[in-house]
């Protein structure tokens, strides 16, 4: 039987974990964390992430600790004008599911609870990695190894495993820096808002809203252009009066929810161009470490859990050779997440036009695209939500 290690006890690698076990794959995760846990932030789920979780058995448990939002709504983000509206049945009916919001430490609960304890080994920070022997070794912080038949690097976005095997990578600033917080419904003062999925569009920047944790809280993540801020940890503070300032002038509902958020934070935005090769050897990478990618589509958990799936059902696939595993799942994944990379950073200039006229025609073209089409939200992307990596067929040959 094959065994495979996994590097990362984040969202991605405990979503290969499960798809392993449920192949009857032998897998363990070492993650370099004393404990599982996740940022205080919200995840977005599209329909194509959820479809994955059903698979595993895992929807119902994700959708009862989410928002229960109904539409997902853009808006324009000064006068709150509706650019576009599409509701959760709209999306289950065009694309087989409806997306979830939920917070990330919610998210990674329902996950671990999905696996063994005596599957994740803490503390074990991977260093290094040797993918080219009999077996694929994993060098650890404290001096210990692992062997493993395969090893999957998910240790995100300033992965080790990824450095281990392709060298550093080379980011670049974009320009742009986000703001997140999460706010308690209760504290919104003037009452909560309306219960939307929604993203506000505005010159130099884009705000998205969601609830999680059943409506609870509001997760805020605030986009905008400022070429002064380049520092990339999700873990810097910043103050609420700052927030405030920066988008004084915006819709005022949006205000009132910046002014019940306590805790701020603020990184830039770096981005990367898709990497040309994702194996090596006995090693692969999975999720953040094969795919970092900018916020504008929520998509980065999304791909990490449809990665984790196409990874099981290759090596179910292969079940006598491994390395020919790991390349039918670079095969079928690398295409399709590069190209969602890509979209990415496409969304994050279209968001963020600061021309009133070329915004027009962004709305404008939105408006066509949702009369002809399978595409709800108008923006070019519905073959997204389409994929369903859970798909017998999906398999590149």
Known sequence: MTR??????????????RALRRRDIEVAVYEAAPELREIGAGVALGPNAMKVLRSLGLEDEVRAVAGRWDWAVTRHGKTGRVISRTSRQQQATLFGSAGATAHRADLLDVLAD?????????????????????????????GTEVEADLLIGADGIHSAVRASLFGPDAPRFTGKICYRSVVPVAAVPGG??????VQWLGPHG????????RDELINVVCHYDDEGYRHESWVS??????????????HESLLRIFSAGEIWYKWALYDRDPIPQWTRGRVAVLGDAAHPMLPYLGQGACQAIEDGCVLAAALAAEPRDPLAALGRYERTRRPRASQVVLASRERGVSNHLASRW???????SIAVRRRLGRDPDGR??????????????????
């Not at 070329?358 to 404008?364: F, K, S």
């Not at 997204?384 to 859970?390: N, V």
Request: aromatic fraction near 6%.
């Open 4 to 17: 495979v290690a996994i590097i990362g006890g984040g969202i991605g690698g405990l979503i290969a974990a």
């Open 114 to 142: 999905s696996l063994p304890t005596r599957l994740v080994t803490l503390g074990a920070r991977c260093v290094a990695v040797e993918p080219d022997g009999e077996v694929a070794v994993a060098r650890f912080e404290d």
């Open 192 to 197: 909560p808002p309306p219960n939307e999925n």
């Open 206 to 213: 884009t705000i998205v809203l969601y609830p999680v944790r």
């Open 237 to 250: 503070r910043c103050e609420r009066a700052e927030v405030l300032e920066r988008y004084n002038g915006w």
């Open 358 to 364: 070329a915004a027009l025609r962004r709305d404008l």
């Open 380 to 397: 070019g992307t519905g073959w997204i939500p389409e994929y369903d990596a859970s798909s017998p067929n999906v398999l590149a040959t």
